[in-house]
């Protein structure tokens, strides 16, 4: 079982819809919760992070995690074509940036 | 403007012909940090460096070097390439004391060892 789960997609939505973007993890000592947005020939860039269980919001992106099903979200409401690229999740046990494990990465399509 | 800058963004070599990959930070980072990217597999760490001359393996070392004589560059070696060497490369950098947000990513380099 690999140590971090997320479907690869590609998903494909139209514009203004809600993306529901997900990943389930094994270690119970993972704690922070990044969500990262990476465009076609670019590196990944951080979009949410958060700390233990709970939501959080910015702008139209919402975290969720779920600890007790070792299972995090990011919903994405009013979807727009700029949102279209692979949105890879990472946790770490640690606050220090270096222990990551990502997940393989869901590709997004959001079609006008 | 704060970047991680890698060099080149593409290359084509064949296999057993050593190159290097440079990758630079203009934010006096402390940590930097190599990962390769395969579909399906998401990133994984080759190598990091939490400082000039101290680096540690990741978690799929075998067939790179790295150094860092420098705070600011952080280069990757591979020896000898073998065509399951290809990949898309990224390069990292963060503040040691900074928190999982701070982390930077380069652009990307794109590999294939024929």
């Known amino acids: 079982q690999k140590e971090v789960e997320q479907d690869p997609g590609p998903l494909s939505v139209p514009e203004g819809a809600i993306v529901s973007l997900n990943c389930t993890y094994s270690n119970s000592a993972f704690q922070y919760f990044m969500w990262y947005r990476q465009y076609s020939r670019k590196g990944p860039e951080l979009l949410m992070y958060?700390?233990?269980?709970g939501n959080k919001e910015d702008g139209r992106f919402t975290a969720q995690v779920d600890k007790s099903s070792k299972y995090i979200s990011l919903f994405i409401r009013d979807s727009q074509p700029s949102d279209s690229a692979t949105y890879l999740c990472a946790m770490s046990a640690d606050n220090y940036g270096q222990n990551f494990v990502f997940g393989p990465g869901t590709r997004l399509s959001v079609l006008p | 403007e704060a970047q991680v800058t890698q060099n080149p963004r593409y290359l084509i070599t064949v296999t057993g012909k050593k190159l290097t990959v440079t990758c630079s930070q203009n934010?006096?980072?402390?940590?930097m940090s190599w990962y390769r990217q395969d579909p399906g597999l998401g990133l994984r760490q080759i190598y990091y460096s939490m400082n000039v001359e101290v680096t540690d393996k990741g978690d799929v070392p075998e067939g790179y070097k790295v150094s860092r004589k420098e705070k600011r560059n952080f280069p990757l070696i591979l020896e000898s390439p073998s065509p399951n060497q290809t990949s898309l490369y990224f390069c990292?950098?963060?503040?040691?004391?900074?928190?999982?947000?701070?982390?930077?990513f380069g652009p990307g380099t794109r590999l294939l060892v024929l």
């Open positions: 990292a950098s963060s503040p040691i004391a900074g928190g999982v947000e701070t982390q930077y």
């Open positions: 934010m006096n980072h402390e940590y």
């Open positions: 958060t700390y233990s269980s």
